[in-house]
């Protein structure tokens, strides 16, 4: 799992919205937890939260895109 | 899945350990249990939802007390439910455990898959028991008693749009929908503390007012707009009495067809308003041209005349002269002469291939619009006519319903002034509440614009500030994921929509006596209405029916879904459907067709009934499909004392209805089946 990422100061990384194949993946990733938290029963809304920053981190992270 | 047996073990009223074996051949699909108040029915149907769920409905009050008070005095400390059920061809044993003392390591659910010989325990139950009936989609078939109830609910616009993302599946959609504005706002208040200016943090602010504002009036929009529904439905049982009522049944029969008549007026009215609009976007052009059309001509035919236009001099020729260096007339025009300094200042003017075909669109232009102009007015006017003459059979037929009013509130009798009264400030109040609702429709939009613009300045303020740019990617890009996510969803549930509007229509077309049409609004504001137009009432035995047709189409829904693969959104299952007491208030010919229709709504029914549900012909109707038949009967501790004998006969066996000097409290479960 990668650490929870608030760096203010890491170099811009612009996910570019037009980018449909990133944003095909991230909202995959998105749907994925979902279902993990879904079907696993877990009622742990702050640490699904807190996966989903992890996820949005990572997709707009430079070199680091999920 | 397909329920093989249930088993309840000390749970609730049922004391010790007692089973239902549920219908499974598909000829006979029917496990009809005859239930009266008090007996057991709603512990019956809940011990479905608890065993596979741990959950318990509305109704089902004491949740916590599960276990039976005499198994509890005589020192049992736990209950249990076990399901056996088929899934795609295995067998399965589901239980779970209520216990006085659970200790930390003590498993109240699990599931064996039986194999031959021996059974092997799941390792993730719960995950499984979602993939053979997902959590939400459960209620709409294990329990279903409450469908009925939320059709003739006063507000049920909620619950059918919960009922149809249930059964669509996109409880994940919404989740991570729900998620992802909440971390967006996470990564916007993140802002502020990056950087010094405080115009982000005003931004921000702005942006956090909008966003409630927004909501608190899509709430109110919402809520207005049940309101309307209600007193539409008001106004509809008001109608129905006095259309039924001798003094005003030929008065109402008017104003029906007054009705009828204004709402094609009012569509033929907005169709024509649509019309000249249309028109005007395509033909406005003609009407302004005019002038300039005809200048435009004259100008081009003059300069013609005048041998301007084209030029009498050709690109072409010009050049050849200036390549050959000499003029047509024979004299030389030597590169920098003056004859050559002359010659070649033609070419300005001079006619090219080019020129000549964009002189020769804008004629052909010109003429397009001196043709449309010939015959646009004509359009316009036959439009603007139509739209008039439906106003004034609006304005005609608007008074003819105040006349038709005016009579009704002139009888003095049997409460028909009173009702009549009662309509008009209905109708007043409904029309103050669309006002309500336009007003609110506004505002969401002005407020959506002013987030938009607020949004575009957070954006613009964090291009200067380097720290504050990286959270402002994040949240833009929550904020695309989160518009694309209800975009989807919106799509999905435009085709459920459809498909159950068809299925619907169908199931009332085979159980229905009338013809009427179903209606269904994109918010799921759902009613019935007859050849004029005219609502009808919620308590008529058509609109019953569609609580039954709305389960049935939602149970036809999933089944068709049970193989999607779109991964946003859960499969449709196909699952055994309990019914309580479907037959309502319904007349014996609506019980007769709607009993025939039951069997064949799910792959297997269970169907809970009263005596009084019982009669009527429906279990005649039904009773070629019945596979197993059960009766619950009260049991008491207490002697009978003076109280009467209840006697029913199934198939030829008595049964007593209560029995009593029992060892228990509770109910016990007969098997009747013939």
Known sequence: MQPENNQANETNTQLPNDDEKAIVRVTEE???????????NKDKVTERRRRLRDIIDRATASGREA | ?????????????????????????????????????????????????WCFYGITTAKFEKKDDLINYDALAAGRTSAFVEVLFLHEG???????????????????????????????????????????????MASHFLFDGEHAEVFL??????????????????????????????????????????????????????????????????ETRNSLQGEVEVIEQQIADIDDKLRNAAATK???????????????????????????????????????????????????????????????????????????????????????????????????????????????????RLTELKTGRAVAPGKLDAEMKRQSTARQDISSLEAQLAEISEKLLGIDFDEIAAREAKRNSLRKAANEKREQIGSMSARIESS????????????????????????????????????????????????????????????LDDTSRKAFRLKMTDDYGISLENDAGTQLPKSSGENQLLGLAFTAALVEFARLRQNAEDHRLLRGTVAP?????????????????????????ASQVVLMVSKSQASGGALEALQDRVGEEFVLVRTNKAARGMRELEVRQFHGKDVEMASFDANYDGSSIVRVTP
């Open chain 2, 90 to 136: 295995r067998r399965y044993r589901a239980r779970r455990y209520a216990s006085k003392s659970e200790s930390r390591d003590f498993r109240s659910f699990s599931i064996m898959r039986i194999e031959s010989g021996h059974s092997v325990t799941l390792d993730t139950p719960d995950t499984f028991i979602n993939t053979v009936i997902p959590k939400g």
């Open chain 2, 250 to 364: 030929v008065l109402q029969g008017q104003r029906d067809a007054a009705l009828r008549d204004l709402l094609k007026a009012q569509k033929r009215s907005a169709e024509a308003q649509d019309e000249v609009l249309r028109w005007l976007g395509d033909n406005g052009r003609y009407l302004v041209s005019s002038r300039i059309t005809d200048l435009t001509f004259d100008h081009l035919n003059a300069q013609e005349t005048k041998g301007r236009i084209p030029s009498p001099y050709n690109e072409e020729f010009v050049k050849d002269l200036l390549e050959m260096e000499r003029c047509i007339c024979g004299a030389e025009l030597k590169l920098g002469s003056e004859g050559h300094t002359k010659v070649a200042a033609l070419l300005h003017k001079a006619a090219n291939a080019t020129l000549r075909n964009r002189l020769s669109r804008v004629r052909a």
């Open chain 2, 448 to 507: 959506e614009s002013d987030k938009a613009n607020a949004q575009r300045e957070l954006n613009r303020l964090a291009e200067s500030d380097a720290d504050a740019r990286i959270f402002v990617t994040r949240y833009n890009l929550c904020e695309t994921l989160k518009v694309r996510l209800e975009k989807d969803l919106e799509e999905e549930e435009n085709v459920a929509r459809s498909v159950l509007r068809a299925s619907i229509v169908k199931v």
């Open chain 1, 30 to 40: 998105i749907i994925a937890l979902q279902r993990e938290f879904h079907f696993e």
């Open chain 2, 577 to 601: 459907l309990v019914l309580d007491s479907p037959f309502g208030q319904l007349d014996e010919h609506y019980r007769k067709t709607t009993a025939k229709y039951v069997p064949r709504m």
């Open chain 2, 153 to 218: 609910g006063e507000d049920n616009r909620s619950s059918i749009r919960h009922a149809v993302q249930d059964i669509l599946g996109c409880f994940l959609i919404e989740t991570a929908i729900k998620d992802l504005g909440e971390t967006a706002t996470y990564y916007r208040k993140q802002m502020p503390t990056s950087r010094s200016s405080a115009n982000m943090d005003d931004v921000s602010s702005r942006i956090d007012a909008l966003v409630g504002q927004i909501e608190i009036a899509n």
């Open chain 2, 1 to 49: 899945m397909i329920l093989d047996r249930i088993t309840l073990k000390d749970f609730r009223c049922f004391y010790g350990e007692q089973s239902i074996d549920f219908a499974s051949d598909p000829d006979n699909n029917v496990t009809l249990i005859h239930a009266e108040n008090g007996v057991g029915k709603t512990t019956l149907l809940n011990a479905l939802l």
